[in-house]
């Protein structure tokens, strides 16, 4: 994500991304929790079970810890 790569003929320029990989991989694993959330509360509203509730509970504890992440390393900035 850092090199940005673009070429046009023999030149190569670099972009750098706004964010360090580290940081870019916490906020699209957030994406991803916050994602499975929404669609695990549309499962829940059919199950019996309470599989899907459970699976909310742990999504949510996991986005919380990335989130707080997050906010630590782009409060560093």
């Not at 509360?41 to 699976?55: L, V």
């Given at each position: 994500m850092q090199?940005?790569?673009?070429?046009?003929?023999?030149?190569?320029?670099?972009?750098?991304?706004?964010?360090d990989d580290a940081t870019y991989n916490v906020?699209?694993?957030?994406?991803?929790?916050?994602?499975?959330?929404?669609?695990y509360e549309i499962y829940?509203?059919?199950?019996d079970?309470?599989?899907f509730s459970e699976m909310i509970e742990d999504e949510r504890r996991h986005a919380e810890r990335l989130?707080?992440?997050l906010k630590k390393r782009l409060g560093g900035r």
């Amino acid at each position: 994500m850092q090199d940005n790569r673009t070429g046009s003929g023999t030149g190569t320029s670099v972009a750098e991304s706004p964010v360090d990989d580290a940081t870019y991989n916490v906020l699209q694993a957030l994406t991803s929790k916050l994602e499975a959330i929404e669609a695990y509360e549309i499962y829940a509203e059919q199950d019996d079970s309470g599989i899907f509730s459970e699976m909310i509970e742990d999504e949510r504890r996991h986005a919380e810890r990335l989130l707080a992440e997050l906010k630590k390393r782009l409060g560093g900035r």
